[in-house]
């Protein structure tokens, strides 16, 4: 009786592991597809992840900086150079940012960047904005950056 | 009738102590309350600074198992689970604030319950480990479920959930195995000294 009970509990741990992983990789598939998980790529190896949550954090991050030097920030609103930065991409020539399906692609230089920010939208996904042409969206999910050294 | 005023006898007359909590004795609670304190502590004299998610279950996981498996009483792992949370809380341990009592009770239950399945056999090495294994586990998704009520970005989560729940089923089974290997060692010398 006990040994029946082993052997299930050992194919209940292989099951456990083995779906952790599963768990995790049909996440980043359906999460880069849908634009709720949005990989970061460098030298062809995602180095991070951002989602709607993790823009939220960082724009409250961001926030908190700015007003200490006595500027103000907005909410659920990052710029694309801090978002960057805390994924850890610092030194590169150009970034592409891809969007979900049809939408257009930008490749951006450093000096680019200054007025485009990365904002959170309700639906778990994130949108690219141009702040100095009057907030416009360029694109509405962004699905993909990839750093180009 | 007389035969019905001998059977009350006993129970009336039964020490208050015998039945504390979850009808555990007073000694083995207070037994059980060592055990609990042990495991808050030990979490942060033996904290090591490796950046290895679930290394702490060796020693939680293992501490928990010897203290349910010296005192084989259902309740045992709440018991301790209670213990540990609310000395966590207290020594400030974790990021989640008072939530982190959860981390510590979630897995005191889970272990009465799965003690239960494997008919108290903790002395046995392949107990240990599923039991640690899987007790260790239930941390990790506490530990998700708090991060979610916390409103933490999912992206820390779901990223590299595979890998933690390895490093936890490893780290939780060799915490069984030391278990196990005390607790076949220590059970025969405390049965007898350890009785109510």
């Not at chain 1, 692609?105 to 639906?123: G, R, V």
Request: hydrophobic share 50%; net charge neutral.
């Amino acid at each position: 009786m006990i040994n029946r009970r082993i052997v299930i509990g050992i194919l209940l741990l292989t099951l456990v592991v083995g779906g952790a992983f599963l768990f995790e990789r049909v996440t980043k598939i359906q999460g880069s597809q849908n634009g709720k998980l949005v990989p970061v790529v460098q030298n062809d190896k995602t180095i991070a992840y951002l989602d709607a949550g993790v823009i939220r954090q960082l724009s409250c991050q961001e926030c908190e900086l700015k007003q200490g030097q006595g500027a103000s920030g907005s909410d659920n609103e990052v710029s694309l150079s801090f978002a960057l930065g805390s994924a850890g991409i610092v030194d590169y020539e150009y970034i592409q940012v891809t969007g979900l399906g049809d939408s257009e692609e930008f490749k951006l230089k450093q000096e680019e960047m200054e007025d485009i920010s990365l904002s959170s939208n309700s639906n778990g996904t994130f949108a690219m904005v141009n702040k100095s042409g009057g907030n416009r969206v360029m694109i509405k999910e962004v699905a993909r950056f990839y750093a180009a050294d | 009738m007389e035969g019905a005023k001998k059977q009350e006898i006993p129970t009336s007359m039964e020490n208050p102590a015998d039945r504390f909590i979850f009808n555990i004795g007073l000694a083995d609670v207070i037994r059980l309350t060592m055990f609990g304190t042990l495991i808050s502590v030990s979490r942060f004299v033996f904290q090591m600074p490796i950046g290895v998610p679930g290394h702490t279950s060796v020693y939680w996981m293992g501490l928990l198992m010897l203290g349910k498996g010296l005192i084989p009483k259902f309740g045992a792992g709440t018991i301790m689970g209670i213990v540990s949370g609310i000395l966590a809380i207290v020594f400030g341990l974790g990021k989640e604030g008072p939530l982190m009592a959860f981390k510590c009770i979630i897995p005191g239950m889970l272990l009465d319950i799965l003690a239960l399945l494997f008919f108290n056999k903790l002395e046995s090495i392949w107990v240990g480990v599923i039991i640690g294994a899987l007790i260790s586990w239930s941390k990790l998704l506490t530990s998700i479920a708090l991060g979610i009520i916390l409103d933490i970005p999912m992206v820390f989560l779901a990223m590299g959930f595979g890998y933690a729940t390895l490093l936890h089923v490893v780290f939780g089974a060799a915490g069984g195995v030391l278990a196990a290997v005390l607790i076949k060692r220590l059970k025969p010398r405390l049965s007898a000294s350890w009785q109510n």
